[in-house]
């Protein structure tokens, strides 16, 4: 049986630098962020001064409040910051209104 001359190590048959370059796996998804919290898994991802948590809630409330976004046009969830934060400044200026226990009290 013959030997093939064709050999596969050939340098003409791998083709140049540039076009290696093209065919190289490009990273795929987001670049990594240094600022995103990513040792606890309700803020994961997040920037440190956000944490996710989900309520169940009146489906009305909820309308009410993706209709106020999309009249704004701002998003869900700075909507619901703006609305927590307008209800948290009316209620700590009301002299009326006890003052707010910390939850976490009594835990290491």
Do not use: W
């Not at 048959?13 to 540039?18: F, I, M, T």
């Not at 309520?55 to 409330?61: E, G, L, P, T, W």
């Amino acid at each position: 049986m013959a030997q093939s001359k064709l050999s596969f190590d050939n340098p003409l048959l791998r083709g140049s630098a540039a076009e290696n370059e093209l065919t190289e796996k490009k990273k795929v998804g987001r670049p990594r962020r240094d600022d995103l919290v990513r040792d606890n898994s309700a803020q994961e991802g997040l920037p440190a001064e956000y944490t996710r948590f989900s309520v169940i809630c009146k489906a009305d409330n909820v309308k009410d409040l993706k209709d106020y976004a999309y009249t704004k046009r701002i998003t869900l969830k700075e909507a619901v910051d703006e609305v927590v934060e307008r209800f948290f400044r009316e209620y700590r200026s009301n002299p009326d209104n006890e003052e707010l226990l910390d939850h976490t009290r009594g835990k290491k």
